[in-house]
């Protein structure tokens, strides 16, 4: 793993509390975008921590390298701005969550595994920021902001399919598929895969009928097989 942030004793302190977990392992860190992408190319990472506020580039502009040409390190990003913009722009980026600096020392360790796990996190702040939005916004349909193929996503979803299930019946890579997942997630407001079915479902987004048999998917389908040890960068 990498952490990522121009502040070096956020960064340090994010070690700490990360490498007293067994699974986890901190390979470096870094302190601008540049940096971060040499260091990511030079220790492969499973998973990098990035700050949005960077000295030569956004965060987010260093996410969107690294999801597009380091395809074996996913991005989370760690900040404290929950404005629907940067969270937007990061999900269509396809990083592996948007976390909050304002977590707690559990969440973050928690949102690490997952990410690594290829299940995409959505802070629950954010999410709630998020139905606020919604509710107050233009009055449509839930699910309107929604395109034809994140609807394929999310009625897969529905049905207990992994990402990896989706990718192989979309006929879509891995990563498309996540960044698909993390688009859902954000316009739907929620943190979860399993909220996302469960926000579909009672709002009728999908159907038995056009989806087949539709399920809310237990703790198996949410998650792909863990590593034994992780590797971060940030």
Partial sequence: MAIVDDHALLREGTVQLLEQEADLHVVGQAGSGEAALRLIDALHPDVALVDINLPDMSGLELARQVVAHRPGCRVLVVSAYDDYAYVSEAMEVGVGGYLLKTASARELVDAVRAVSDGVVVLDAGVSAHLRRRNRSGPDCPPGAALTARETDVLGLLTRGRSN?????????????????????????????RTEAVGYALSRRLVTPETHGDARRPGPAHDLEPRSKARKLTG
Wanted: charged share 15%; proline share 0%.
């Fill in 164 to 192: 990896k299930q989706i990718a192989a019946e979309l006929g879509l890579g891995l990563r498309t598929v996540e960044s698909h997942v993390s688009s859902v997630l954000a316009k739907l407001g929620v943190s979860s």
